[in-house]
C-alpha cells in the first residue's frame, strides 16, 4: 500500500506560479514511476505528466507543455509540479498517482491514463483568477 498526499495548491492570477508537492509513503518510493491529473468542475480527469522511478524520462500533455516541469526527490520520497505561466484554465483539482513500474521511459499512451496507477492521493485544488 502507498500512501500520497498532495499539498501546494492555492489561489494565484494568472501568469503566475504554483509548485505542488505530493508526499509518499508505506512503499518504496523508487519503484514507484509517478504521474500528476486534473479535474476541473464538470469535466473529466486528464493526464498532466508522468515521471519514471529513476526520474530519467519525463512526458507532458500539450496543454502543460513548456509551462510544467514534473521532478522527483527519491530521498524524501516526493514528486513535485512546478506550474508557471498559469491560465485560468488550469484550475482544477491536481492529483498525484503511483504505479509500481521500473521502466525507464515514458511508455505513451500506457502512462497517460488513468488505470495505469494503482494508488492516488485526495488532490489539492488550484485555482487561477484572470
Known amino acids: 500500500q502507498v500512501q500520497l498526499v498532495e499539498s501546494g495548491g492555492g489561489l494565484v492570477q494568472a501568469g503566475g506560479s504554483l509548485r505542488l508537492s505530493c508526499a509518499a509513503s508505506g512503499r518504496t518510493f523508487s519503484n514507484y514511476a509517478m504521474g500528476w491529473f486534473r479535474q476541473a468542475p464538470g469535466k473529466e480527469r486528464e493526464f498532466v505528466a508522468a515521471?519514471?522511478?529513476?526520474?530519467?524520462?519525463?512526458y507532458y500533455a500539450d496543454s502543460v507543455k513548456g509551462r510544467f516541469t514534473i521532478s522527483r526527490d527519491n530521498t524524501k520520497n516526493t514528486v513535485y509540479l512546478q506550474m508557471n505561466s498559469l491560465k485560468p484554465e488550469d484550475t482544477a483539482h491536481y492529483y498525484c498517482?503511483?504505479?509500481?513500474?521500473?521502466?525507464?521511459?515514458?511508455?505513451?499512451?500506457?502512462?497517460?491514463?488513468?488505470?495505469?496507477?494503482?494508488?492516488w492521493g485526495q488532490g489539492t485544488q488550484a485555482t487561477v483568477s484572470s
Open positions: 498517482a503511483a504505479a509500481r513500474n521500473r521502466s525507464n521511459k515514458i511508455i505513451v499512451p500506457t502512462m497517460t491514463v488513468s488505470h495505469f496507477y494503482d494508488y
Open positions: 515521471i519514471t522511478w529513476s526520474a530519467s524520462s519525463t
